[in-house]
């Protein structure tokens, strides 16, 4: 059961923007360094397969382990200070992420998509990003203006 939503106004969402995607761009980094320590693991246990199950590196393989971790850890934090921030992260893979806002009462979502320049196109709660309308000065003039900071 939903406690509080926190709901953005335009401009906050435009303010806050630079340092959510300082953070989910951290997150990525954080995200595909553990699928290389992932990957780098695998291999690693694939050749030792094919050498015949020659002796294992022990220092080795928990190096690639450690990697896996920490980074997931670091991922993990940038993620819940996304979220803390009120702010709902959608696809990670794709910098996908959702300001909540009141248009005329109702929830919207203000999107962005990492590699915009801006918050340009909102959407309706269940329309997801296929429902992505572009946001016209109307549209901003019409958003709620509380917002539950």
Not at 112 to 119: K, T
Not at 132 to 138: A, E, G, N, V, Y
Request: proline fraction near 3%; charged fraction near 25%; hydrophobic fraction near 40%.
């Amino acid at each position: 059961m939903e406690t509080s939503r926190r709901y953005f106004t335009y401009q906050l969402a435009s303010d806050l923007l630079p340092a959510i995607v300082s953070l989910l761009r951290d997150a990525i980094k954080a995200k595909n360094a553990r699928s290389k320590a992932q990957e780098d693991l695998k291999a690693y246990k694939q050749r030792l397969v094919l050498a015949g199950g020659a002796y294992p590196n022990r220092n080795r393989m928990a190096a690639y382990v450690d990697m896996a971790k920490t980074s997931h850890e670091a991922m993990k934090q940038c993620v819940d200070h996304i979220l803390d921030q009120g702010v709902e992260v959608k696809d990670l893979d794709r910098g996908l992420i959702d300001f909540p806002a009141l248009y005329h009462g109702q929830p919207v979502y203000l999107c962005f998509h990492l590699g915009e320049e801006s918050i340009t196109h909102w959407h309706g709660f269940e329309e997801g990003f296929a429902g992505r309308k572009p946001i016209s000065q109307d549209f901003v003039d019409q958003l709620d203006a509380g917002s539950s900071s």
